[in-house]
């Protein structure tokens, strides 16, 4: 039996259905909603709306972006590298693996006094820290303090995993990295007796990092007992139990290696190393004249075309040095306002042109 086909039924939702069947209607309900008959707002571009708003965000963002390029300015900041690639350097010695251990000393000058409190931080290049194999050679649960986790290491820390048939602890590429550079700051009033500059090594690491992320295994006895039947990981010269002689700041909750475990986002990057406390607000931090610099270089990096160097920084209210957020917000003021000059000179020029498709930019 043939179907005749009706265009009125395809409007309608589709064609017709059997005779004695219930009629299927696909057609939206008849409602403001549905029919798209909401009231809605439409904003009209025009010069008495546009043209503000970029004057606006001009005159805004350019006194912030002054603001903020100054502040940075105003914190000091000094670098010395202490790489040794230079034949002149002091630490040019050190670069030969048959010295051990090496010592190196570098002068320098304080031009300016450093007030408040001053950080110090080691920095290193062309080390990349966010490769994906060695961000996850590490296990949370050992570091954690996981008795389980602390003599079966996770799979992840291979090929630095178990050592001589015993687990390591801390296991891992991250850990078996870690920065063990000395460094020691003298004041230079005397040339015969140099003032040794107080280093804070507590404080230096986050606080959920300290107290919550890290743990040492649970237990009574010594920290050398905790660790037992575990081995140290390969580059280390010293076991973990040993990193310092304070028990607050000894084993996985040393600062020093709390801070190297936060892996840096980019390959030259710069990790908090000591604090230097402001003792008296009648006398700078660090006064302006001549420091050295004493290194127990044991951090190789000339082999992968690394360099190391020392940072001292004071801060402010938006953190260290960084003038790159200061610029920006300066650009973007500047090209804000420039626009809406543009635009105010073609406005005036055409407001009284009757046929618009005349104009041409």
């Known amino acids: 039996m043939a179907m005749n086909y009706n265009a009125k039924d395809e409007v309608d939702g ?28 439409q904003p009209i571009l025009t010069a008495g709306t546009v043209l503000p708003t970029f004057f606006i965000i001009g ?47 570098i002068n320098f000058t304080l031009e300016q006094s450093f ?28 570091l954690n303090g996981d008795a389980s986790a602390l003599l079966n290491p996770s799979k992840e820390c291979e090929p630095y995993r178990r050592n001589e048939d015993k687990p390591i602890a801390p296991c891992g590429a991250i850990a078996n990295s870690m920065f063990n550079d000395t460094l020691e700051l003298f004041l230079v009033g005397n040339e015969s007796h140099p003032t040794p500059i107080p280093l804070k090594k507590k404080g230096i690491a986050w606080w959920t990092d300290k107290n919550v992320k890290f743990r040492n295994p649970p237990g009574g006895e010594s920290l050398e007992e905790r660790f037992k039947d575990t081995t140290k990981p390969v580059n280390w010269v010293k076991p973990v139990y040993m990193l310092d002689s304070e028990p607050d700041n000894n084993g996985f909750i040393n600062e020093d290696f709390i801070v190297w475990m936060r892996t840096a986002a980019l390959p030259t990057f710069r990790k908090l190393y000591r604090l230097i406390e402001r003792k008296s607000d009648l006398h700078p931090t660090l006064p302006a004249g001549r420091y050295y610099l004493n290194i127990t270089y044991n951090y190789p990096v000339h082999s992968f075309d690394g360099r190391k160097r020392m940072i001292l920084s004071t801060i402010s209210w938006m953190g260290g040095k960084n003038p790159f957020l200061g610029i920006a917000y300066i650009t973007i003021g500047s090209i804000s306002f420039l626009l809406g000059v543009v635009l105010l000179v073609i406005n005036h020029k055409y407001r009284n042109s009757s046929n618009t498709a005349d104009i041409t930019i």
């Open 14 to 41: 589709g064609p017709p259905c059997a005779p004695g069947g219930t009629a299927k209607n696909r057609r939206p309900d008849n409602t403001a909603f549905k029919q798209q008959r909401l009231p809605a707002w």
């Open 59 to 105: 005159l805004i963002f350019i006194p912030i972006g002054i603001g903020i390029f100054v502040t940075s300015n105003n914190i000091r900041e000094i670098e010395i590298d202490y790489t040794g690639t230079d034949p002149s350097s002091p630490c040019n010695k050190c670069l030969s693996p048959n010295v051990t251990p090496c010592i190196c000393t």
């Open 115 to 142: 007030e408040g409190n001053v950080f110090m931080y080691y920095g290193l290049s062309n080390f990349y820290q966010n490769h994906r194999r060695y961000v996850k050679s590490r296990d949370d649960s050992q």
